[in-house]
């Protein structure tokens, strides 16, 4: 039996949970940025984040690890600063106002608002959302573990709806043919799933991560090893990452049995692997102070925000990957879910009882 | 009957100790402790400097005159400590060299009234136990089942098996007494497994629980066997060593002012079994068995106990065990796991995070987080409807333990019985 965790072991453990799924993100970022540059023969490498790369020599032609690693950190490091440094001037302000000491958690939610980042946001939007993030998903309700939202899921969602053309990318990420996380529903719902052959797009390429995407959310093999962490330590809610797959899996069926071909026979196993999903559910979704605080309740919210990621992401193929959206509607009902397994219970023991 | 118990926590706070049953560690003060009956307002009957032999009578319940707290030793009463809002501390009792303890009368034990007066008058009354509350029963009222607890899973406890094992006698006699105290069922709850001899009979049932803690706890067992609620019926408890006094006072005049206990903890040297008087001082008991000075002396398990300190320093009257363990180093608990047991609290207080902790050592079928919210804020009512009459403090002894906040619900749960015992009556 391991020992029971503390307050700050939860931090800590969900940092370095959060590990691989970093490195997998400066890696593949890097990877995928090369690749890019490569395709489009160098052309329209303009912004400061090319400058930087191309002026420390990276050869985009014949990538080393270093080029790999030093393009992707370009790309993560900026992200994750801002980031940090605007989450923490907020939460800085809350504790002054408050008189009280600062807490850390503003750390780990930075960080994962910078996976659910494209890698090519204006670092404006990134500054802009997470203090919005920190102020209102947070701050205002009395800071960690007395709010109903993850910051870092609030502040990802302001980016997508405020923004939403800061993450459909550069113009420079769109030049390899199909291969990108949320292209590949596109392209799905044009041609069926002849288009994955012929795109040479493969199972355990999106497993692993080799495809494009938000920089965090790309490599379920990496998100896999830190949810087994936070499972076995009990900070993620093995029912709610399960309730999630089996809501998802439900939705498909659902749509393949009724579904007229083309997205809608997209098998679960794609679903899961594809846009945000692992990463989503794995270090998001299962955030104990937003998530449902019942064992009955996890089940209900897993299945019911899994099976809306299918529902929005197959329904309204303008907006392809739609976990922060379907995670945040998650979040925000499960204190209703909550509540009606609270009922459930009292009622159950009114009976029991007499 | 068999019961499994499939949440819970075993926890490893030291060696267990040598279950062997007949070192006698004499006892020169003795106390009874206010804190073991929550709800009594005490009306004090030997003032200080008194003298008063075993059995006699000290304390009495002010609106329950009949119910009386007897000396545990003979000798002088030392002092009488207050706390908050002059509630009852400890009333202390210093032993002298005559040994002399007060007869009773033999009663007929066949006789309702006589075995229920007898155990008034002789204090053993006041080891009985309801829920909802966890009070002393009225002396005229009638549970709906009695339950003898003849098992132990507070991490490091003694063995209830060898000890029952030493009393056969009067274990067995102390159950029928209790057949005649009331005329409600009688459960023995036991380890499964366990060699506890249950005695034949229509009205007594033996149930074996599984599982570790908290399937040794009354709640455990009355939430399994008896389930309580709103009707207004009460269960009533009592531990295996109340069982054996109780067997000794009708059997032989007078009951068994002893407890044995297990002195234990990774603190302790030596750790096994003694034989110590009710309520006797804790810094006795463990006087030259320490390895260290920088330890801390609870009585009772480290998930339940209170800190013997100060007026508090004497063995609490359910308590079968007297933890010795190490403080951790000041203000640096190891980052991965919590910071300290129950009775180390600094007081801060943090939020509470609802990971799956809460449902591993959740008492049985409680939903944990809303019962723990609707403490924290003192929602009486939703408490009252999550199921808060069936619990008493040592049921989340566990919940304090695994919470990060750092809040204590135990605490937080009398606050909120005492007032629904309140509105109640």
């Not at chain 1, 503003?106 to 994962?112: E, G, R």
């Not at chain 2, 060898?162 to 006698?169: G, K, L, N, R, V």
């Not at chain 2, 709640?219 to 109780?246: A, N, R």
Request: aromatic share 8%; net charge negative; charged share 15%.
């Amino acid at each position: 039996m391991r020992a029971l965790i503390s307050a700050k072991g939860i931090k800590v453990t969900t940092v370095v949970a959060l590990i691989p799924v970093l490195a997998a993100a400066v890696v593949n970022t890097g990877y995928q940025y090369l690749r890019a540059l490569d395709t489009a023969g160098g052309e329209g490498a303009s912004g400061w984040r090319d400058s930087f790369i191309l002026g420390l020599g990276v050869d985009y032609q014949d990538p080393t690890i270093i080029g790999i690693t030093v393009a992707g950190l370009a790309h993560v490091a900026p992200v994750l600063i801002i980031a940090m440094m605007a989450a923490g001037v907020c939460e800085r302000a809350f504790a002054t106002q408050r008189d009280r000491p600062m807490d850390a958690g503003f750390i780990l939610s930075a960080i994962v608002f910078t996976l659910l980042m494209h890698p090519e946001v204006s670092l404006f939007h990134v500054a802009f959302a997470m203090m919005f993030g920190i102020v209102f998903g947070r701050g205002v309700f009395g800071g960690e573990g007395k709010t109903f939202l993850n910051p870092a899921l609030l502040a990802a969602a302001v980016v997508q709806i405020s923004f939403p053309t800061a993450h459909t990318g550069h113009p420079l990420w769109d030049g390899i043919a199909g291969y990108s996380g949320t292209k590949i529903f596109s392209l799905f719902n044009e041609s069926g799933s002849g288009a994955l052959a012929s795109s040479d797009i493969g199972w355990w390429d999106a497993f692993i991560g080799v495809q494009q995407g938000m920089m965090g959310t790309t490599s379920t093999l990496a998100i896999a090893l830190g949810g087994i962490l936070l499972m076995w330590s009990r900070i993620a809610s093995w029912r709610l990452v399960l309730g999630h797959v089996l809501g998802l899996t439900l939705a498909v069926s659902l749509f393949s049995a009724v579904g007229d071909g083309g997205i809608t026979n997209l098998p679960w196993y794609w679903h899961a692997v594809l846009g945000s999903f692992a990463f989503g559910v794995v270090f998001v979704a299962t955030d104990p102070p937003s998530a449902a605080s019942t064992d009955a309740g996890r089940w209900i919210q897993g299945i019911v925000a899994g099976g809306l990621v299918v529902v929005m992401r197959v329904v309204n193929p303008s907006h392809p990957d739609s976990v922060v959206t379907a995670l945040l509607m998650g979040s925000i009902l499960a204190p209703l879910i909550d509540y009606g397994v609270v009922g459930w219970n009292i009622r159950q023991r009114r009976r029991r009882y007499g | 009957m068999h019961v499994k118990v499939r949440t819970g926590l075993e926890l490893q706070v030291g060696e267990p100790p040598e279950m062997r049953v007949g070192e006698v560690k004499p006892t020169s003060a003795a106390a009874i402790l206010g804190r073991d009956f929550p709800g009594v307002k005490f009306d004090v009957l030997a003032e200080p400097s008194k003298r008063v032999r075993a059995g006699e009578p000290v304390l009495r319940d002010r609106h329950r005159p009949r119910i009386v707290f007897t000396a545990p030793i003979s000798g002088q009463v030392a002092s009488i400590s207050r706390g908050a809002r002059r509630a009852l501390q400890s009333i202390q009792i210093v032993a002298d060299d005559a040994i002399d303890g007060v007869g009773f009368d033999v009663p007929d034990a066949s006789n309702r009234d006589s075995v229920r007066k007898v155990m008034c008058e002789s204090g053993l009354w006041t080891s009985l136990r309801t829920r909802p509350y966890g009070h002393i029963p009225d002396p005229d009222a009638e549970p709906r089942v009695l339950m003898i607890t003849a098992m132990d899973t507070e991490p490091l406890a003694p063995d209830p098996v060898c000890i029952i094992s030493e009393y056969p006698q009067h274990f067995t006699a102390g159950i029928d007494a209790l057949t005649e105290v009331c005329d409600a069922p009688l459960f023995v709850c036991r380890a499964a497994g366990s060699d506890v001899s249950a005695v034949d009979s229509d009205r007594v049932q033996t149930v074996e629980f599984s599982g570790c803690h908290p399937a040794g706890l009354p709640g455990t067992h009355i939430h399994e066997l008896c389930p309580i609620g709103f009707d207004g019926s009460e269960v009533w408890y009592i531990g295996y060593q109340d069982v054996i006094s109780l067997g000794r006072l009708i059997s032989e005049g007078a009951p068994w002012y002893s407890r044995i206990v297990s002195l234990a903890g990774n603190g302790v040297a030596r750790p096994r079994l003694l034989e110590v008087a009710c309520g006797a001082s804790v810094d006795e008991i463990t006087r030259g068995e320490m390895t260290d000075d920088a330890l801390r002396v609870i009585s009772g398990s480290v998930l339940s106990g209170h800190a013997a300190v100060g007026a508090q320093a004497f063995l609490g009257q359910k308590h079968n065990q007297v933890t010795v363990i190490k403080e951790p180093a000041a203000g640096k608990p190891g980052w991965w796991r919590r910071g300290g047991w129950t009775v180390a609290h600094a007081g801060n207080t943090g939020p509470l995070l609802p990971t799956g902790d809460m449902e591993k050592v959740s008492p049985p079928g409680i939903l944990p987080v809303p019962l723990m919210r609707a403490l924290l804020v003192g929602d009486i009512d939703r408490a009252r409807d999550l199921g808060a009459l069936e619990l008493v403090e040592e049921d989340l002894a566990l919940l304090t333990y695994a919470c990060p906040s750092g809040n204590r619900y135990g605490r937080l749960l009398r606050n909120v019985l005492d007032q629904l015992h309140k509105e109640a009556s």
